[in-house]
């Protein structure tokens, strides 16, 4: 049964936690999905992880595309969320809803997911009014990077925490279906989803929140150089693929790969007429 903004709202009132996962290709969304997750976020950070860049400034509508694609085909049940680049929706509403669709319409995703509070709520109103489902995300939110001078926990002082908090409250009235909550003090984050109807869905906000949502390079010990405090390794497949791209090396320079269990026979007939008439 496919997932929708519908399943996890209802998993909000049950209580049931949601989960969600990133995911860029094919073949790790058809293993998320396999394993059942909720939600598939193609996020952003494939500018970083994917990519290499240093943050997610440089990714496009065009970077986008091509991954949500990628990702929708694999994920059969799983709500497909796919993240708004910086700059597709800051400059206006009609830049918002063209961007939207697009990741809609040619991506093949169930919803977009876009950052920032009252200041985006036009573009939420506008992208919900086209039919598209849209999931927030407030807190250290990645594309404002070089505004709050570095990847900073948010909400820590009185004002940024009513100002977090009067935020998510601005973008469920603008019709967004689910908010991410991202790098806030998990205090702040129960206060927000208890504050909330929609669901949240944490990243380094703690337990308390409707759901998670981590990048798997993180989780399964991929990610090169820094992890965040908040991102738990679950599996070190870094590891195992260092193992099996050492083991291949050596094999194929010792000649012990290809064995013949590895090699496509020919019929000896005719490899005997050709080195005859060699
Ligand atoms: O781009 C991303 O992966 C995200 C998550 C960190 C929530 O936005």
Redesign the pocket.
């Known amino acids: 049964m496919k997932n929708t903004a519908a399943t996890i709202l209802g998993q909000k009132q049950s209580g049931e936690k949601i989960t969600m996962l ?1 995911a860029y290709d094919y073949s790790t969304a058809c293993i998320a999905d396999k394993c059942g997750i909720n939600s598939i ?1 193609v ?4 500018g970083m992880v994917m990519l290499g860049y240093e943050n ?1 400034l440089p990714v496009t509508m065009e970077d986008m595309l091509h991954h949500t694609k990628a990702v929708s085909r694999g994920a059969k049940n799983a709500f497909v969320v796919a ?1 708004m680049p910086f700059m597709s929706y800051q400059t206006s509403v009609y830049d918002a809803v063209v961007n939207a669709g697009r990741l809609i319409k040619e991506g093949g995703a169930n919803a977009v ?1 876009l ?1 920032g509070g009252a200041e985006v709520c036009a573009q939420i109103k506008a992208i919900v009014d086209s039919s598209i489902p849209v999931v927030g ?1 407030l807190g250290l939110t ?1 594309q404002s990077v070089n505004a709050f001078g570095g990847f900073k926990v948010q909400g820590k002082n009185y004002e940024r925490a009513k100002q977090l908090i009067e935020d998510a409250l601005k973008i469920q009235l603008a019709g967004a279906c689910a908010v ?1 909550l ?1 790098g806030i003090p998990a205090a702040l984050a129960e206060i927000i989803t208890k504050k909330l109807t929609i669901p949240t ?1 944490g ?1 380094g906000a703690g337990a308390e929140c409707d759901g998670q ?3 798997y390079h993180d989780m399964l010990g991929l990610t090169q150089g820094h992890i965040p405090k908040f991102a738990k390794r679950f599996a070190d497949v870094g590891a195992l693929m260092e193992q099996g791209i050492n083991a291949y090396i050596e094999e194929v320079k010792s000649g012990s790969f290809p064995a013949s269990e590895h090699t496509y026979k020919a019929d000896e007939e005719v490899i005997d007429r050709i080195k005859k008439e060699l």
Not at 43 to 46: A, E, F, K, N, P
């Open positions: 990133t976020l996020g952003d950070s494939l997610t993240d997911k950052e995300h990645p991410v991202e869905i990243i949502v981590l990048v």
